[in-house]
């Protein structure tokens, strides 16, 4: 079967920095995407990486090795903003995205 | 541009009735997709399209139907609702034609409840 893990929660400090990780095993492998999601909104795109190693875009990171199936996203300098969930998918080789139950992050200030 | 708009944002819906979730995007995007999110559980995939005329069954598709009569526009039907039905149905699209590895981009969200 597919399956996506992420941790269910964190919390981490305002102004430091969190690493979420998400480990998967799917049919295939076409790339992996991290979405951020507020309460209450749409997911919306942080990042895609589909070759191994770190992807950096302002404060958001994201890394992929494809060898152990496991990714991350890094959040530096945390604002009270950045809390909200944060959703892996990978791109499996239908080209159907297969989701993770998604990480809610708690920033304290 | 408003991107992706989806009707109603939520409802409160009697069992054994029938509803029509709308979702209708301005992108011309070709590919468009509906998900149910749960809580505790990932997004999963009801129905997509890759293109206006075609349509295929996702995770789990039983109980709604869609149709794709032209680009922009992407209905998700239930014929007779259940309550384990109720929950936010996000509506999706993206500039692909093959249903490859692009950006998925959300409308809002239609929260529903089945009584």
């Known amino acids: 079967g597919q399956n996506i893990d992420q941790p269910t929660e964190m919390t981490a400090t305002e102004g430091a920095i969190v690493q979420i990780n998400c480990t998967y095993q799917?049919?295939?492998?076409?790339?992996l995407f991290w979405y951020q999601q507020h309460a209450g909104e749409a997911p919306t795109f942080l990042s895609y990486?589909?070759l191994d190693g770190l992807e950096e875009k302002g404060r958001f990171s994201s890394f992929l090795s494809r060898s152990k199936g496991y990714s991350y996203l890094l959040l530096k300098e945390l604002q009270m903003k950045d809390s909200a969930s944060y959703l892996c998918?990978?791109?499996?080789?239908?080209?159907?995205?297969?989701w993770g139950a998604g990480t809610k992050l708690i920033i304290k200030p | 541009t408003a991107g992706i708009t989806q009707a109603p944002t939520s409802q409160i819906l009697a069992a054994g009735r029938s509803m029509t979730l709308r979702c209708t995007q301005d992108?011309?995007?070709?590919?468009m997709y509906w998900y149910r999110q749960d809580l505790g559980l990932g997004l999963r995939l009801i129905h997509y399209?890759?293109?206006?005329?075609?349509?295929g069954k996702g995770e789990v598709p039983d109980g709604y139907s869609v149709s794709r009569a032209n680009t922009d526009d992407f209905p998700l039907t239930l014929a007779s609702a259940v309550p384990s039905q109720t929950s936010v149905y996000f509506c999706?699209?993206?500039?692909?034609?093959?249903?490859?590895?692009?950006?998925?981009?959300f409308g809002p969200g239609t929260r529903l409840t089945v009584l």
């Open positions: 399209s890759n293109t206006a005329g075609t349509t």
């Open positions: 799917t049919s295939g492998f076409n790339g």
């Open positions: 998918a990978v791109v499996d080789s239908n080209y159907q995205l297969i």
């Open positions: 992108m011309r995007h070709n590919a």
């Open positions: 999706a699209s993206s500039d692909s034609i093959a249903g490859g590895p692009d950006t998925q981009y």
């Open positions: 990486n589909v």
